[in-house]
């Protein structure tokens, strides 16, 4: 199993950013990718970025050039940088961590973005 911990979410207006951080634990041994979804009240959970264990990242098209995925292997600690937040970025964050076969998940961080 692996357990995966959100934080960094919060309140903030259109314009500004967050820093939001994952850290993993359990058995992370041969997590083949990580990544950061959305969902929004009554749509379903999104795509947001991923990257791999040999650091290749893929952006949603809604985020690129905004956010940055990136991972401290010595922390276990998968982070996403969101900058230039737009009222439409308002969702539950969740972490996600991919073992072949088998995807792990977070609890959820609350990101709204105010106009």
């Known amino acids: 199993q692996v357990q995966l911990v959100e934080s960094g979410g919060g309140l903030v207006q259109a314009g500004g950013s967050l820093r939001l951080s994952c850290a993993a634990s359990?058995?992370?041994?041969?997590?083949?990718?990580m990544g950061w979804f959305r969902q929004a009240p009554g749509k379903q959970r999104d795509l947001v970025a991923t990257?791999?264990?040999?650091?290749?990242?893929n952006y949603a098209n809604a985020v690129k050039g905004r956010f940055t995925i990136s991972r401290d292997n010595t922390a276990n600690t998968l982070y996403l940088q969101m900058n230039d937040l737009k009222p439409e970025d308002t969702a539950v964050y969740y972490c996600?961590?991919?073992?072949?076969?088998?995807?792990?998940w977070g609890q959820g961080t609350q990101v709204t973005v105010s106009s």
């Open positions: 359990g058995d992370i041994f041969s997590i083949i990718s």
């Open positions: 990257i791999t264990s040999g650091n290749s990242t």
């Open positions: 996600n961590a991919y073992k072949r076969y088998h995807d792990f």
